[in-house]
Nanobody, 121 residues
């Protein structure tokens, strides 16, 4: 069974920083692009940042210059460094990945359980 587990969320003051981690485990052959999404109360889930297996990255305009996505392919882990946090960053953050399992020719989609980030004075 393949699982994605996020960690690192919590309560932080405006201007503070948090580092989120998402570790994939199971019978994994390879992992394609890994993506961070977030969903605030009453709003649609939105893409925050994405990174390919080769290291190319994309960011939402709202977080560009403040957030940094990275990955460690050997550890099957993706990170999201969040600096200069604002109250509007408050949301549940979800990790997403497309993963090819050992013995398979097809990639399947997987979601983490989500981790809460709250930015408040």
């Amino acid at each position: 069974q393949v699982q994605l587990v996020e960690s690192g969320g919590g309560l932080v003051q405006p201007g503070g920083s948090l580092r989120l981690s998402c570790a994939a485990s199971g019978d994994i052959l390879s992992i394609n692009a890994m993506v961070w999404y977030r969903q605030a109360p009453g709003k649609e889930r939105e893409l925050v940042a994405a990174i390919t297996s080769g290291g190319s990255t994309n960011y939402a305009d709202s977080v560009k210059g403040r957030f940094t996505i990275s990955r460690d392919n050997a550890k099957n882990t993706v990170y999201l460094q969040m600096n200069s946090l604002k109250p509007e960053d408050t949301a549940v953050y979800y990790c997403h990945a497309r993963i090819v399992r050992i013995g398979s020719y097809l990639a399947s989609t997987y979601w983490g359980q989500g981790t809460q980030v709250t930015v408040s004075s």
